[in-house]
């Protein structure tokens, strides 16, 4: 076991859009994810955590620099952070750790075709994938596919049924992608400390598992939505309207015209992306015991917002400040430099995860944290 003074590595692993109740350890009987139970087992979890955004750039931006939206100023997905705002890892990195990342970072717009611009972050190893399709060149995942000889379009061919699909098998996706680039870093990087980022795309939509994930996941076994008759009545046009269309995005889901069956497939599809996830945790985890980094190495375990998921008559996400938009699962593990099996109700916030891991790392926090 490594002593207090032995420089603590920092795993950070970030879903997108992950609801806080998905997490078998902590509640959930009908999800698998025992990767992620272990990490409750050997750490501390909290249940009552909320991001300060329910969408992405916003959040994002606020736990990584432990500031709040209104601060960064960046409020809004499509609206760039500010150069002057100090990311973790370019503190980190600063002060002499190896800083690494792969999939999105999602600080810089990326619409209209645009890619997105990298800002001053402090990573020293990028992998970037702002999502799985073949939008841009500048995509590493799309690049490691091409190096292996595969096509995305391809192995993302099978038909959509209810807006749920078999997407791209999980040998080539873009989670497990992401977890091969941390894989990668962890037993090249033994000998100094390090922080790596890993943030896959999912669960975000669409509801594209790999076939043989969802075909654990009977959709006869899946809750339905909390949603009454009657609830949007009161409620402000713009939430109307996501329950039309979901994300207010004509075309794409007619959220109330959907059935009770595909209420039950949709949530089945979403269980199944979050169970590759935590086989992915597993084999980062893994790669930290295999090269005796595993106590020296802080596992952080969270999301970025959470989805609807129908609850409440919404799908996706979008400006509605429910639970099931804002609050995340979060689990941080490091036996023997923190508390194992303790699992707190606190109210925690994500823009605190900044400063408490320059804490955990030896330094003060910046000002302005």
């Known amino acids: 076991m490594q002593d207090e003074t032995t420089p603590l590595n920092i795993l950070w692993i970030c879903s997108d859009q992950q609801r806080f109740d998905t997490i078998r350890a902590l509640g959930n009987s009908r999800i698998r994810t025992p990767n992620i139970d272990r990490l409750v087992e ?27 939206p209104r601060t960064t100023r960046c409020r809004q997905n499509g609206q760039s952070m500010p150069p002057d705002e100090k990311l973790l890892p370019r503190l980190l990195a600063d002060r002499g750790y190896h800083c690494g990342l792969s999939g999105k970072l999602h600080l810089a717009s990326c619409s209209d075709g645009k890619v997105e611009e990298r800002i001053d972050d402090g990573y020293h190893e990028f992998h970037w994938s702002h999502h799985p399709q073949p939008d841009w060149p500048e995509n590493a ?14 192995l993302y061919a099978n038909p959509e049924s209810g807006y749920v699909k078999e997407g791209v098998p999980a040998e080539y996706h873009q989670t497990t992608w992401c977890a091969e680039m941390a894989e990668n870093f962890i037993r090249t990087n033994t000998d100094r400390p390090w922080l790596f980022s ?16 969802l075909r654990r996941y009977d959709p006869a076994d899946m809750p339905l939505p909390k949603f009454c008759p009657g609830e949007l009545d009161s409620k402000p046009e713009f939430q109307q309207l996501d329950h039309i269309w979901a994300h207010n995005t004509p075309g794409y889901m007619d959220v109330a015209s959907l059935t009770d069956t595909d209420h039950r497939r949709l949530r089945a599809a979403y269980y199944a992306m979050v169970e590759l996830i935590d086989d992915q945790v597993g084999r980062m985890v893994q790669a ?7 106590d020296r190495t802080l596992v952080i375990f969270m999301s970025d917002h ?28 490091c036996p023997g430099r923190i508390e194992s099996g303790l699992q707190s ?24 944290m």
């Open 42 to 68: 050997d750490g501390v979890s909290f249940t009552q955590t909320y991001a300060q955004s329910p969408v992405c750039t916003p959040s994002r931006a606020s736990f990584l620099t432990g500031r709040y």
């Open 141 to 154: 995942y799309q690049q490691w596919l091409n190096a292996k000889g595969v096509s995305w379009d391809e």
């Open 198 to 213: 890993v943030n896959m795309f999912d669960p975000h939509h669409p509801f594209d598992p790999p076939a043989e994930y």
């Open 288 to 294: 930290l015991e295999e090269t005796g980094q595993r």
């Open 306 to 333: 959470g989805e609807m998921l129908g609850d409440h008559g919404i799908y996706l996400k979008g400006p509605h400040f429910y639970d099931e938009a804002v609050r995340v699962p979060l689990v941080l593990s």
């Open 345 to 368: 109700d606190a109210l925690v916030e994500l823009v605190d995860l900044a400063p408490t891991l320059m804490e955990l790392a030896g330094f003060e926090p910046t000002a302005g």
